[in-house]
């Protein structure tokens, strides 16, 4: 019985998350429209987020592009379709592995940095600093931090798909003694703009949840030090579980479309 | 401090304000009003709603009930904008300092600023007026710092320096004092003294420090249980054979 009323607890605290973060999404559309528009600050932290997570994204596409192509290599030659390789791995790559890895490390990077950040300025008063001297630190902190990950994820994504490819060809060039020119045009026979648009768009979904919950879980964090760390924490756990339902809906419309 | 000459203006004006969070009441009715150039310390024990009641008076924290009035306006008549505006002349110097911490000293104080191009225009350059606030704290080679090269003090001071740029009429300080060593506590009341004189600000500042109280209010209004217990000066007060003031000043 006491699990059970547990469950409902934390099913319930869970909803009611949600509705707040509805409600702080709200926020954030009817602010971003409104002027001033912070664009220095939009910049700076297109900067932050987008040059400093590129070598992370880098070497986990590099990696993952090198790991996925030994270890499917061995069963592709068992059926004599090694040839397929540039074409399985690009597709796999650009929609799916691509986003969804980069997004998580983002998720990781990114959401735990503005969720510590934004809530070690909220037990200091920086952010009630900023009210009272008459700047609107939603607009200035939030609504800035969401478009530079909205924006930029998309970005890191098509860097970090460009990484893993190159990845994968130098097994592919190791092992099977296939050239660069050779690899890459078996990769562009293989996509078309039906595989990179939407794993594009989705993204931009990504990037966007990424900075909301990173932003709604400091914005609203607890007084304390401890609330820092928790906010941090759970900005990472609360946005990889919405990474992957955005991904099940992005890759369900996507099917629609490709069924039509 | 020495003897005020009162007028009858209130700039800033509470009535019956009351705060609760759950079970937990905070103010019950509180009362105070604030005149022109007027010093007013308020103290009362941890907890008693001291913080509160400022964070209402700036709009922070939004009240129960009860009325505040500033400079004439009701701020729960007022709209963001209005309030943000209204804000530009209640500068507010917080226990922590609040300096952001991913900023220089520079653009601490350029912050407010370049937000408030109704009351100052458009400003090209603002180093003229960054260096005037920094020199009446008398910090103007830590204009390029960050924050965390700073002591306690001067984080302190560079607060005070940033709540100033906006050249406000009222000055709310919470706890300026606290968790600073007597010398610099003693440089910093002197400095709240000198600013009061120099630009003719209302204050009223929340403390502990009973050495502050006596060098800077004009009248004190002492906080228990979230309502006024007693008003007067430092003199009254201390003075009183009340157990109850008493126990502020031991």
Known sequence: METILKIIRIFKSFLLDIGELSLFAGRFFKEVLKRPFEFKEFIRQCYNMGNRSLLLVAVTGFIIGLVFTLQSRPTLQEFGAVSWMPAMVSISIIREIGPIITALICAGRIGSGIGA?????????????????????????????ILATTFMLPILVLFGDAIALYGSYLVENTKGNVSFLLYFNKVAEALEFGDLIPATIKSFFFGFAIGLVGCFKGYNCKKGTAGVGLAANSAVVFTSMLLFIIDFIAVF???IFYDL | MENFQYNTESIIEIKNLKKSYGENHVLNGFNMNLVEGENLVIMGKSGSGKSVMIKCLIGLEDPDSGTICVMGKDISQLNHDELDELRTEVGFLFQGSALYDSMTVRENLEFPLRRHTKKFGVIKDTTPLV??????????????LMPEELSGGMKRRIALARTLILQPKIILYDEPTTGLDPITAKEIILLMISIQKK????????THDVDCARAISNRMILLVDGINYVEGTFEELITSNDPKIQAFFK
């Open chain 1, 117 to 145: 950040e934004l809530g070690s300025m909220k037990v200091t008063e920086q952010i009630d600093a900023m009210e009272v001297s008459g700047t609107n630190p939603f607009k200035y902190l939030v609504v800035t931090r």
């Open chain 1, 253 to 255: 419309v996507t099917d």
């Open chain 2, 131 to 144: 260096m005037e606030a920094l020199e009446n704290v008398g910090l103007a080679n830590t204009i390029n």
């Open chain 2, 199 to 206: 630009y003719n600000t209302s204050s009223i500042i929340i």
